[in-house]
């Protein structure tokens, strides 16, 4: 067997001694230390780090998967969380095509002429996000949910020149502070619009007051905070009244069901793509999706893969419009931070190429009639009534005889998220992967805890 003159790499010290020596010699330095002579004596730290002695790679292993397992996830727990990022089953191709290194280590097609393959996947993202979406034009691809809302907030601003911007009040909460944030360095002020307090929707007469002075768009999210679905038409039909642009965030997967935003009467459109095939991922990365009609194309951030021909005639796809601070002056970019979250786009095109129109329908169809079921089953408890009467998809919210935080603690306990407080009620989703034996599980669970803390 060949010795070898030093040890073998092993552990984190991925550096042999020969090679410190050429940095060295390279930097004209002795020694390490010589490194650190920068550095002042008193701020030094003056010993080893105290740390526990290495591990090999199994031992290193074994104790990360160790300390994973004190994790509570979705696979440890039952899960009714939602509030805009939902567990959805991902079928076994999305991982499989996606992971392919020509497509993996894709970033951003900044040669378009080299990068055919990738923008052929984008140009087809556009396309289905435009059928589900209902409106011409979608870029290809912002940061998550809450700022492609933002963005389309500050998007109207400029294609209206005006700088107020209308919102419900039943947003996220989460959405609000990102709102808030874009808006408020741009000097623009945002109002909120009051909801309904018996059916949860948007009080047509506090949408009407907000009116009385001009505003660039009104924001309307439907499934809302509580999970009750939004009249679109009404808004839409408010808005063009006072020369205003509706600017709608949904969830896409109700789309499988309902008409889309854009057939509705939305001029933009925006949602989270999380739930198109991307896992929850403890929060990110996630998938900003931007849709708009045709003529406020010019304002809109990020890119688009537009159909042209080459220099020899043939078709070819290429980024024909890029308004990033990469590819124009700062001042004339329709935003300074948007990106291209290509990997997450592919992964959205994906998953509705493998669902189809049938599969995703019928994914649609489960979740709305498995959360009608629990919210039957939670409703017959004594002392839970719902929050908020208006139509839901998945997601609804319910005021119970105890504390909620208090509840949703015991339920951990129990193995279970229960969902999370929203405006002092509980608010449960429920998608495709619940099975009927675990809703009459949770159902059981939910009565006992809520029966033990009841004063």
Request: hydrophobic share 45%.
């Amino acid at each position: 067997m060949e010795s070898h003159p030093e040890p073998l790499i092993c552990g984190y010290n991925v550096h042999r001694e020969a090679d410190r020596k050429a940095l060295l010699e390279a930097l004209g330095l002795t020694s390490i230390a010589d490194l650190f002579s920068p550095i002042p004596q008193e701020v030094r730290l003056g010993r080893e780090l105290r740390l526990p002695a290495p591990l090999s790679e199994w031992a290193l292993g074994k104790h990360l998967r160790e300390l994973a397992g004190k994790n509570a996830s979705t696979r440890s727990h039952l899960s009714f969380l939602g509030g805009g990022v939902y567990e959805h089953h991902i079928p076994a191709v999305v991982d499989s095509l996606t992971s392919s290194e020509a497509l993996l280590t894709a970033y951003t097609p900044y040669q378009p002429e080299l990068s055919q393959g990738l923008l052929q996947i984008l140009f087809e993202y556009q396309r289905m996000l435009s059928l589900l979406l209902g409106l011409r034009v979608v870029n290809s691809s912002l940061y998550d949910g809450a700022t492609a809302m933002a963005e389309a907030a500050w998007m109207a601003c400029a294609a209206t020149g005006r700088r107020r911007v209308l919102a419900s009040s039943r947003i996220w909460p989460e959405w609000k502070s990102v709102l808030e944030l874009y808006m408020r360095g741009r000097g623009v002020e945002v109002a909120y619009v009051a909801a309904d307090s018996t059916s949860g929707r948007l009080d047509p007469r506090s949408l009407l007051a907000s009116f009385a002075r001009p505003a660039a768009t009104f924001i309307l999210q439907t499934p809302n905070s509580l999970g009750i679905l939004e009249d679109i038409p009404a808004a839409a039909a408010r808005c063009r009244q006072h020369e205003a642009l509706l600017n709608v965030s949904c969830y896409p997967t109700t789309l499988a069901l309902l008409k889309p935003p854009g057939e509705l009467g939305a001029n933009i459109v925006t949602c989270e793509g999380q739930p198109l095939g991307l896992p929850l991922s403890a929060g990110g990365p996630y998938l900003g999706v931007l849709a708009c009609e045709k003529r406020l194309r010019e304002f809109m951030p990020g890119r688009l893969v537009g159909e042209v021909r080459d220099i020899h005639g043939k078709p070819a796809l290429a980024l024909v419009l890029e308004r990033r601070e990469q590819q124009v002056s700062r001042e004339k970019a329709t935003s300074n931070i948007c990106t291209n979250q290509a990997h997450q786009a592919m992964r959205a095109a994906v998953y509705l190429a493998a669902l189809g129109e049938r599969g995703f329908r019928e994914i649609a169809a489960q979740c709305a009639a498995k959360a009608r079921y629990l919210h039957e089953k939670l409703l017959a408890i004594p002392g839970v009534e719902p929050a908020a009467t208006g139509p839901f998809f998945n997601e609804f919210a319910l005021r119970l005889p105890c504390r909620v935080p208090v509840f949703l603690e015991r339920m951990l306990e129990r193995r279970v998220f229960a969902g999370f407080e929203v405006e002092g009620n509980l608010l449960v989703a429920v998608t495709e992967v619940r099975t009927r034996a675990e809703l009459d599980e949770a159902a059981a669970l939910f009565a006992e805890t809520i029966g033990a803390l009841r004063p």
